[in-house]
């Protein structure tokens, strides 16, 4: 069974602060994404990379950056923190055109 | 560009009634995936569902079935026999990939099931 594992499920930094958010996969997905959820706006994708080192902007990518040195994992970086990026975050990994296998979340509270 | 909307923000259903949640898609692709996915309160999404554009055949998954016109580019979840682990937000997801992936979500339909 595919596992995502995200570092945290709540997270509280301060405005300013770079943030760091882990994303590990279990089954050698070459795909993985990292998405933000906010309430009547669904999912919207930050980043995703399709290989290691490879990385392609998503939708909202202004004020993230992402590194992917290995293939299980995939990290989020705020570079710094806005009281905005106050949200959860979402991280998948997908096999090809294979449906994504999501992270439990991490809840993300910038103050 | 592509989209996909759902423009049910909220529903709800008695136990052991169906119920149809719509989506309506908008691409230019011939080539595309089509998903649902559920999110329980405070836990892991999961996909429920997944149909190729490809297939004509309305994908079924036990109490899960998926009405898919293509032409309208329609794409309605319906959820048989409803039960209480049926309440969860549910997300449609179209994917593509023509030369890179896209991938794009609705904003989702939150289900509550009642006793």
């Known amino acids: ?111 | 560009a592509q989209t996909v909307t759902q423009s049910q923000p909220e529903m709800s259903v008695q136990e052991a009634e169906t119920v149809t949640l719509s989506c309506t898609y908008d691409t230019s692709e011939n080539n595309y995936y089509l998903f649902w996915y559920k999110q329980p309160p405070s836990r892991q999404m999961i996909l429920v569902i997944r149909q190729e554009a490809y297939k004509q055949q309305n994908a079924t998954e036990n109490r899960f079935s998926v009405n898919f016109q293509k032409a309208a580019k329609s794409f309605s979840l319906k959820i048989s026999d409803s039960q209480l682990g049926d309440t969860a937000m549910y997300f449609c997801a179209f994917m593509t990939f023509s030369g890179t992936y896209k991938y794009i979500f609705g904003t989702g339909t939150r289900l509550k099931v009642l006793a």
């Open chain 1, 1 to 111: 069974d595919v596992k995502v594992t995200q570092s945290s499920r709540y997270l509280v930094k301060r405005t300013g602060e770079k943030v760091f958010l882990e994303c590990v996969q279990d089954m050698d997905h070459e795909n993985m994404f990292w998405y933000r959820q906010d309430p009547g706006l669904g999912l919207r994708l930050i980043y995703f990379s399709y290989d290691v080192k490879m990385k392609e902007k998503g939708d909202i990518p202004e004020g993230y950056s992402v590194s992917r040195e290995k293939k299980e994992r995939f990290s989020l970086i705020l570079e710094s923190a806005s009281t905005n990026q106050t949200s959860m975050y979402l991280c998948a990994s997908s096999l090809r055109v294979r449906p994504q296998h999501f992270g439990d979340g991490t809840r993300l509270s910038i103050l």
